[in-house]
């Protein structure tokens, strides 16, 4: 059974950092690129950032570029999102995906989707 599923969320000050987790299961990792999208409320669902499946492209939306960083370790079927800098408007819910492709692209419609898990910025 293909699951994908997040990890790491949780409150943080701003300023602060997290490192959000998504471990995958039940699919041929190798093949899928990943992306991290996040959701506020009252918000459409934006896309953060995404890895290519082999690891060696990336892709930041304007908003976080220089403040995340994605990687992924797929020995662990794993992809990482660390966070620094982290702003009150960071504050959404976060959500993982696969696309069965090897690019990384952020502006079509993913395959399979976890979750997701809930990132607050809050003094």
């Known amino acids: 059974q293909l699951q994908l599923v997040e990890s790491g969320g949780g409150l943080v000050q701003p300023g602060g950092s997290l490192r959000l987790s998504c471990a995958a299961s039940?699919?041929?990792?190798?093949?899928?690129?990943i992306g991290w999208f996040r959701q506020a409320p009252g918000k459409e669902r934006e896309g953060v950032s995404c890895?290519?499946?082999?690891?060696?492209?990336?892709n930041y939306a304007d908003s976080v570029e220089g403040r995340f960083t994605i990687s992924r370790d797929n020995a662990k079927n794993t992809v990482y999102l660390q966070m620094n800098s982290l702003k009150p408007e960071d504050t959404a819910v976060y959500y993982c995906?696969?696309?069965?492709?090897?690019?990384?692209?952020?502006?079509?419609?993913?395959?399979?989707w976890g979750q997701g898990t809930q990132v607050t910025v809050s003094s």
């Open positions: 995906a696969a696309l069965r492709f090897r690019i990384c692209l952020l502006t079509v419609e993913y395959d399979y």
């Open positions: 890895i290519s499946s082999s690891g060696d492209s990336t």
């Open positions: 039940g699919f041929t990792w190798d093949y899928y690129a």
